[in-house]
């Protein structure tokens, strides 16, 4: 640490693991991104600084936001369309930098609780304990992601999530194919505009048919979804949780 004429400092930290720097960077910028693109005018620089402040600090990554400590994640109140709308967003507006910052979020989680884990019972043990984990931040991340799937009410006034019926529209099918541009499932390189618009949750099970139930999934990986102790969850919309046989899990974000 280095005391500035100008009563600020500098924080610094030396010869550091370089994979392990970079990725502790790409974390801080997406947490900063994720509150820029929700509204913060500050320089991204600037953000960034306060991000790694309060991580530093022992905040967790959901209460790093630019403002009170409101989540990094979260969109202002009364802001636009929403993220899984009808097509009422752009495209090319796939809200990556906030499904970077939750991907991240579910990592850490994910990483942390089996590290501290006493799971000895074997796969099927390790495999509820994980997907519980997931359905938890599901649903942690629920109200939230709520605001960016309503579009409008119905005539009861309540919101709107998602459209009536199976099929997707047009403008849902390509909202979801430019946010996830391949198969959702790790390693498959096939492009979503060949593959299976899924309901992550089945629709006969009460999914909605709302692009934060929906991802691109070839036919191969549609039948393995549905296999005996393959299970996949998406805890933001276009950030898919895989979670195989032996228990092991599989983190795939929008994107490229």
């Known amino acids: ?36 693109a929700d509204g913060d005018e500050r320089p991204l620089a ?16 959901a209460e790093v936001g630019s403002a009170g400590g409101s989540a990094g994640i979260e969109r202002p109140a009364g802001a636009g369309a929403g993220l899984c709308g009808d097509g009422a967003r752009e495209v090319g ?22 590290a501290h884990s006493s799971v000895s019972g074997g796969p099927a043990e390790r495999r509820l304990l994980v997907a519980e984990a997931a359905r938890r931040m599901r649903e942690a991340f629920a109200e939230l992601k709520i605001r960016w799937c309503e579009v409008g009410v119905d005539q009861d006034g309540d919101p709107v999530h998602g459209r009536d019926g199976y099929r997707p529209s047009a403008g849902m099918r390509r909202l979801v ?17 060949a593959c299976d618009l899924d309901h992550t949750i089945p629709y006969h099970r009460g999914g909605p048919t709302c692009p934060c139930n929906l991802a691109p999934l070839c036919r191969r990986h549609h039948r393995l979804k549905q296999a005996p102790d393959w299970t996949l969850i998406q805890p933001w919309p276009g950030v898919a949780l895989w979670i195989t046989p032996t228990g092991h899990w599989h983190l795939v974000g929008p994107g490229p």
């Open 93 to 114: 507006d796939t809200g990556a930098s906030e499904a970077a910052a939750v991907a991240e979020a579910v990592w850490d989680e994910l990483d942390e609780l089996l």
């Open 46 to 61: 600037a953000i960034r600084a306060d991000v790694l402040l309060r991580l530093l600090r022992g905040r967790g990554p």
């Open 1 to 36: 640490m280095y005391d500035n004429p100008d009563g600020t400092a500098d924080l610094s930290g030396r010869d550091l693991p370089a994979d392990e720097a970079e990725a502790a960077f790409n974390y801080v910028s997406a947490l900063a991104a994720a509150i820029k």
């Open 177 to 193: 194919q430019a946010r996830n541009r391949m198969c959702v499932f790790p390693t498959c390189r096939r492009p979503a505009a």
